[in-house]
C-alpha cells in the first residue's frame, strides 16, 4: 500500500499553497493509497518528521521554499534507507526544483510527480551537513545578508542580482587555500562558489551546464573584486561562458579542503551559520528523486 506525505512549510513564499493542498491531495491519491500532510510551525519540525516517520512512506514530498527543501534532505541524507524525495516548488527562488526540471507552479508540478521519472542526484556534504544547490564564501555571502525580505518577496529573484551589484562596491579580498586532487589554489579571492545544482536566486547562472550524478561538483573562484568582473559571472546565463583573463578560476573535483584568512561566514544553500575552515565531499547520487522535464 504506497504511502506518500506532504511536508508543507505554510510561512514559504506563496501565499496560495494551503488553498491548493485539497486539489494537490486528490491528484496523489491517484497513484498513493494514503496521502498524509503535516504542516510544519517552527523551524525544524520537518526534519523532526522525517526522523520519526520517514520508513512510514514510499515518498516524502517537500512543499516550501529553498530553506524548507535544505532542511528536509538534511534529515533524509544521512538515513540508511531513504525513501523517494520530490519538491513541490512554494518559495520565492526554489533552485533547485528548478535544477530538476519542476513546474513552479504546484498543480503542475504534482502531474510530473505522478508521472513518477527518478533521478539519483548527487548531494554535496560539508562535515554533518548536506547541500543540493551551492556552498559558497565571500560575495555570495554578502549578497545573502544584504537581500532585503520585503524586497525579495516583490522582486523574487532580480533581488538577488540587485542586492549583488550592492555587496560589491568595498569588499576586501581574502586570503584563499584550496586542495583537492585535481587542483590546488593559494591566493587572495573575492568570490568562491562550489555548485552542485545550475541555479542561484532562481536563475541558471554560474554554471548552466552542472550534471547532477556525475559525481563532481563544478567550482569558480574570482580573485579581484571587480564590478565588472563580478557581472560577468554573474551574466553566465545569457552566455554560458565563463569569462577570461587569470581572475577566474574553474574546475571540477569530488572532494576539496579550504581554509581562507580571515575565516569566511559559509553560505551553504543560502543558509548561513559555519566558517572556515571546511571540507567537502560530493556524495554521488545518494539522493532518488522524482523530476520533472529534464533535457
Known amino acids: 500500500m504506497p504511502r506518500a506525505v506532504i511536508i508543507l512549510n505554510p510561512a514559504a513564499g506563496k501565499s496560495a499553497m494551503v488553498d491548493q493542498m485539497d486539489r494537490i491531495t486528490d491528484k ?13 510551525e517552527a523551524a525544524g519540525d520537518g526534519a523532526a518528521y522525517i526522523q520519526r516517520h520517514a520508513a512510514e512512506f514510499d515518498l516524502i514530498i517537500g512543499f516550501g521554499g529553498d530553506g524548507t527543501i535544505h532542511e528536509l534532505i538534511n534529515a533524509l541524507c544521512p538515513l540508511a534507507e531513504r525513501p523517494l524525495f520530490a519538491i513541490l516548488p512554494g518559495g520565492t527562488c526554489n533552485d533547485f ?24 542526484v548527487d548531494v554535496g556534504r560539508s562535515g554533518s551537513r548536506y547541500f543540493l544547490n551551492f556552498w559558497g564564501i565571500g560575495l555570495i555571502t554578502l ?14 529573484k532580480l533581488s538577488y542580482y540587485i542586492s549583488a551589484a ?10 584563499l587555500k584550496i586542495t583537492s586532487a585535481d587542483f590546488d589554489y593559494d591566493n587572495t579571492a573575492c568570490l568562491l562558489v562550489i555548485s552542485n545544482g545550475a541555479y542561484t536566486g532562481g536563475m541558471r547562472t554560474f554554471f548552466p551546464e552542472t550534471d547532477l550524478e556525475d559525481g563532481l ?16 559571472a554573474i551574466q553566465l546565463k545569457l552566455t554560458g561562458e565563463m569569462p577570461e583573463g587569470g581572475a577566474v578560476c574553474y574546475f571540477k573535483t569530488n572532494k576539496l579542503s579550504i581554509e581562507a584568512s580571515p575565516g569566511q561566514e559559509i553560505d551553504c544553500d543560502g543558509e548561513i551559520g559555519d566558517r572556515t575552515p571546511d571540507e567537502l565531499e560530493n556524495v554521488r547520487q545518494h539522493l532518488a528523486v522524482l523530476v520533472g522535464d529534464l533535457p
Do not use: C
Not at 143 to 156: A, H, M, P, T, Y
Not at 168 to 175: A, L, N, Q, R, V
Open 28 to 40: 496523489l491519491r491517484l497513484r498513493y493509497d494514503e496521502v498524509v500532510v503535516y504542516q510544519t
Open 97 to 120: 526544483s528548478r535544477a530538476i526540471g519542476m513546474n513552479q507552479d504546484p498543480l503542475l508540478a504534482v502531474e510530473q510527480i505522478l508521472v513518477g521519472r527518478v533521478k539519483h
Open 143 to 156: 549578497v545573502s545578508n544584504n537581500i532585503d525580505s520585503d524586497q525579495k518577496e516583490r522582486l523574487g
Open 166 to 175: 550592492q555587496s560589491i562596491t568595498g569588499f576586501e579580498p581574502f586570503s
Open 217 to 232: 561538483f563544478d567550482v569558480l573562484i574570482i580573485k579581484e573584486t571587480s564590478m565588472e568582473l563580478a557581472w560577468k
